[in-house]
């Protein structure tokens, strides 16, 4: 379904019923039409972090937790937030006879919307641990230009050093904005790479480009993957990027070259 279909945007109530059919997806195909070549736009995951999750027990009390959904990038199709918003909410006046049933039905929805096996873990209200970001941060850099939208002539490598290097460098300044709402949606982005050095300072000023950018979490992910990919064409790639929450969710696109650089799922302060 296209987005201009989805409740993004617009007024709705809350249901106070569980409502499985308020799931809506988004095809991922068209927004990857031109990245089709590169093995890594399809390799990796989607992790959202839901902070509104509640239901019934069987005593009628109502419980509450945190949960971490991850959705793989083969998914045919993305979830749209707000829907999942109230998808989750609909449960909150729902019984289920115990943690696990209420997992094993959010489970099934989800995998039926997102055309693959999505899953869920729930953690207490209290176990969600905050990481600190691993890498060198980029953010104090000078870059030599800036532009507003993405602009992947940005990007060098390191005219003054051209040895291959392993790094993973990360930034807080990436921002772009809902394609339906306008909504500033921010994020810190970790780039893990292996090859020829890359002027530091032309990645971030690649980042800073996308913050008039209208895309999808996963979307600006998948296209900074693209980007880095075939400018700099190296032996191996991550991308991942920790959004802030909205709406009481956080979306974490993550994708890889090479699986064995598959991060776990952190959450960091702003989010």
């Given at each position: 379904m296209t987005v201009e279909l989805s409740l993004l945007g617009k007024d709705t109530h809350y249901p106070t019923q569980y409502q499985p059919d308020i799931l809506f997806a988004i095809a991922r195909a068209q927004s990857r039409e031109k990245y089709a070549h590169i093995e890594g736009i399809q390799q990796g995951q989607d992790w959202w972090h839901v902070f509104e999750i509640s239901w019934l027990n069987p005593q009628g009390i109502p419980q509450v937790a945190i949960g971490r959904i991850s959705v793989p990038a083969t998914s045919p199709n993305l979830l749209e937030s707000?829907?999942?918003?109230?998808?989750?909410?609909?449960?909150?006046?729902?019984?289920?006879?115990?943690?696990?049933?209420?997992?094993?039905?959010?489970?099934k929805d989800l995998s039926a919307a997102a055309g693959a096996a999505v899953s869920l873990s729930l953690f207490q209200a209290d176990d969600l641990e905050?990481?600190?970001?691993?890498?060198?941060?980029?953010?104090?850099?000078?870059?030599?230009?800036?532009?507003?939208?993405?602009?992947?002539?940005l990007l060098k490598f390191d005219i003054e050093n051209s040895e291959h290097v392993e790094v993973q460098l990360y930034s807080h300044l990436l921002r772009s904005n809902c394609p339906v709402t306008g909504q500033p949606d921010w994020g810190t982005v970790f780039i893990r790479y292996q090859g020829k050095k890359p002027c530091y300072r032309s990645i971030l000023a690649y980042i800073i480009s996308y913050r008039q950018h209208n895309g999808f979490h996963e979307q600006c992910v998948e296209q900074i993957f693209a980007d880095l990919w075939q400018i700099f064409a190296p032996q191996k790639l991550m991308v991942y990027a920790t959004y802030t929450r909205r709406g009481g969710l956080d979306i974490n696109p993550c994708r890889v070259s090479d699986f064995t650089w598959m991060p776990r799922p952190i959450r960091l302060a702003r989010q």
């Amino acid at each position: 379904m296209t987005v201009e279909l989805s409740l993004l945007g617009k007024d709705t109530h809350y249901p106070t019923q569980y409502q499985p059919d308020i799931l809506f997806a988004i095809a991922r195909a068209q927004s990857r039409e031109k990245y089709a070549h590169i093995e890594g736009i399809q390799q990796g995951q989607d992790w959202w972090h839901v902070f509104e999750i509640s239901w019934l027990n069987p005593q009628g009390i109502p419980q509450v937790a945190i949960g971490r959904i991850s959705v793989p990038a083969t998914s045919p199709n993305l979830l749209e937030s707000k829907s999942l918003k109230l998808y989750f909410n609909s449960m909150n006046f729902t019984e289920f006879d115990s943690k696990e049933t209420f997992i094993s039905v959010v489970e099934k929805d989800l995998s039926a919307a997102a055309g693959a096996a999505v899953s869920l873990s729930l953690f207490q209200a209290d176990d969600l641990e905050v990481s600190k970001p691993e890498g060198i941060n980029i953010d104090d850099l000078l870059p030599e230009r800036l532009e507003n939208h993405p602009d992947s002539t940005l990007l060098k490598f390191d005219i003054e050093n051209s040895e291959h290097v392993e790094v993973q460098l990360y930034s807080h300044l990436l921002r772009s904005n809902c394609p339906v709402t306008g909504q500033p949606d921010w994020g810190t982005v970790f780039i893990r790479y292996q090859g020829k050095k890359p002027c530091y300072r032309s990645i971030l000023a690649y980042i800073i480009s996308y913050r008039q950018h209208n895309g999808f979490h996963e979307q600006c992910v998948e296209q900074i993957f693209a980007d880095l990919w075939q400018i700099f064409a190296p032996q191996k790639l991550m991308v991942y990027a920790t959004y802030t929450r909205r709406g009481g969710l956080d979306i974490n696109p993550c994708r890889v070259s090479d699986f064995t650089w598959m991060p776990r799922p952190i959450r960091l302060a702003r989010q």
